[in-house]
């Protein structure tokens, strides 16, 4: 994902002699210990930290005995499980008119199927949209056979639900003029998708092809099994709250703990989960503050922000109103020498908090950019619930190049850049334990916030990376087929 021109684009160069000055021998290292110890917790789990997986959990329960050993006397912990599916698509197959296999992709939600055959029933196309609606099925009947329908415009679904409803018993859904590859799997969309219809989606070469042939008139009969599997995962978030100050004026600070399945996700998300254990232990110099300090470690981040998503969605209103700010860390470790930091969100004029936190990044000598967020970490929950946010990034090329991948391991953290966030992070909390001045009040609750889980790009702070490159797709799914 890039970010476009409008943004301040200021990117800081700096080398491990201008932060010399800023670097903690021990801070550095007990973040190296707790990112080292993560390490072994996913090299010991199958090589990751995955929602879903042994190690997420074994992560949780480390981080829990960390704070429990280290703050015993200072903060309390809990842990708030949630459940989320799972969805699995396990047979996906075509038999074409020439009893050929066509390459075929099945939603999620697709309706069991071991075969179904019939005979294909063309559809108009229409430039805004085709069969997006029951009126478009004025004077055609489907009924006993399956629907081919140009993708777009609107969701695969719908289109599947006003073919059911005409009596189609399957459909098949061939790509736009643009797009001749099949890549893209549509999500499930709502509960009540599941199980429509059954679902196939071809290519455009396909879908061209057989359009000419019925339209010369030839009866076209296919065999479309799909097959799909839901489970409920369970897993967890782990909450941390100080003993001291008034839980009615609360401040959190999160990170997530998961990583992606592909690697042990040490950048991607263990560096912001080490920062808030030693954040905390900065901040314990202060025996008395009268605000109360939490602090989260998400759970299933990668897979679309659900542990954050379901802690603001548990919050009752009463709740809600005790907590005044979300402070929020996700990769904030890279490894030089072209580190830059980002602070989201971008227009900071009435945010006290975010301003401590460049300010002590500037006398650090880094000039962070300021950038909105493009709802890609777990501040997208509170932003869309409407409590003021800041988020902090530090990236780099080296760890871009491991996001997500097996290579994001301990080699690509800079534990200079790790410590300066920890500072930052520190220094603003320091300016709020005591009074919420400068803290914005909280806004009204956005209408809604669209989350495409695992398809969903990671962030907007990532940019010119090569590795950010493949995900950069991700911001046009909007304007891809639905
Ligand atoms: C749908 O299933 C595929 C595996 O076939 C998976 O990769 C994808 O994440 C699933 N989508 C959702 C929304 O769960
Ligand atoms: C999904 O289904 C495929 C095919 O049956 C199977 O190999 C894979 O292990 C399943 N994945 C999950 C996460 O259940
Ligand atoms: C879509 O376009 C057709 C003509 O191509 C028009 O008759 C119809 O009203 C349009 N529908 C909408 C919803 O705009
Ligand atoms: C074509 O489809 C692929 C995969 O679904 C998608 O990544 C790409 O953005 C699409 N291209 C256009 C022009 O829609
Ligand atoms: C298909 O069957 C499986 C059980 O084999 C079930 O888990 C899944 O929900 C079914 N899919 C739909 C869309 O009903
Ligand atoms: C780890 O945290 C950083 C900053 O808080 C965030 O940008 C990144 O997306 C997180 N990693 C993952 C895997 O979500
Ligand atoms: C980082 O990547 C950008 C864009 O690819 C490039 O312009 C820059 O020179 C790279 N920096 C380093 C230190 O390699
Ligand atoms: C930034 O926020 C301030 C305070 O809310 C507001 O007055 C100002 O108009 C905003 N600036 C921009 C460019 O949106």
Redesign the pocket.
């Known amino acids: 994902m890039k970010l476009t021109t409008t943004i301040l684009l200021v990117t800081s160069f700096f080398t491990s002699s201008t932060v010399a000055d800023q670097v903690d021998d021990a801070l550095q290292a007990r973040l190296r210990k707790t990112l080292t110890d993560l390490e072994a917790i996913a090299r010991q789990n199958g090589d990751n930290r995955a929602a879903g997986y042994p190690g997420y959990r074994a992560s949780l329960d480390y981080m829990k005995k960390q704070i429990d050993t280290r703050f015993a006397n200072s903060y309390t912990t809990w842990i708030q499980e949630f459940q989320f599916p ?4 396990t047979l996906e197959t075509l038999k074409g008119p020439d009893g050929d296999d066509v390459i075929v992709k099945t939603p ?1 939600w697709s309706a069991n199927t071991t075969g179904i055959t019939g005979s294909l029933f063309d559809t108009p196309v229409s430039a805004n949209g085709s069969m997006c609606t029951l009126a478009a099925w004025d004077g055609l009947d489907p009924t006993g056979k399956i629907a081919f329908i140009q993708r777009g415009t609107c969701s695969v679904s719908s289109k599947a639900r006003f073919a059911k409803e005409k009596g189609a018993i399957a459909v098949i859904i061939y790509n736009q003029p643009s797009n001749t590859t099949l890549t893209m ?1 549509p ?2 969309e709502l509960d009540s998708d599941r199980g429509v219809l059954p679902v196939g989606l071809v290519t455009r070469e396909v879908g061209e092809a057989w359009k000419q042939r019925l339209v010369a008139g030839e009866d076209l009969k296919v065999t479309l099994a799909a097959h799909n599997t839901v489970n409920s995962v369970t897993s967890w978030n782990l909450l941390a709250q100080s003993r001291t100050g008034d839980p009615n004026n609360a401040i959190l600070s999160g990170a997530h703990l998961d990583s992606v399945p592909e690697g042990p996700g040490i950048e991607d998300n263990g560096s912001g989960s080490a920062a808030l254990l030693e954040v905390i232990d900065a901040l314990s110099k202060y025996t008395e503050h009268k605000n109360a300090l939490q602090f989260a470690w998400w759970g299933a981040e990668e897979l679309g922000l659900l542990g954050s998503d379901h802690y603001v969605n548990s919050l009752t209103e009463a709740e809600a109103a005790k907590l005044k700010l979300y402070f929020n860390y996700d990769m904030v470790g890279a490894i030089g020498p072209d580190v830059e930091f980002g602070i989201q969100p971008k227009n900071i004029t009435d945010n006290g908090p975010a301003k401590r936190m460049v300010a002590s990044l500037e006398a650090a000598g880094i000039k962070p950019y300021l950038a909105e967020g493009a709802g890609n970490s777990d501040y997208a929950p509170f932003q869309a619930a409407g409590f003021p946010f800041v988020s902090l990034y530090a990236g780099g090329n080296k760890t871009g190049e491991c996001y997500h991948t097996a290579c994001d391991d301990i080699t690509v953290i800079g534990f200079d850049t790790l410590a300066l966030s920890v500072k930052a992070a520190t220094y603003a909390l320091e300016g709020i334990i005591n009074s919420l001045e400068g803290v914005p009040l909280r806004r009204p609750r956005l209408q809604s916030r669209t989350v495409t ?2 398809t969903m790009p990671k962030r907007l702070a990532r940019r010119d990376s090569h590795a950010h490159h493949q995900h950069s797709s991700g911001c046009a799914h909007s304007a891809s087929p639905i």
């Open positions: 799972v969805y699995n698509v999620n799997r999500s499930v889980p695992a």
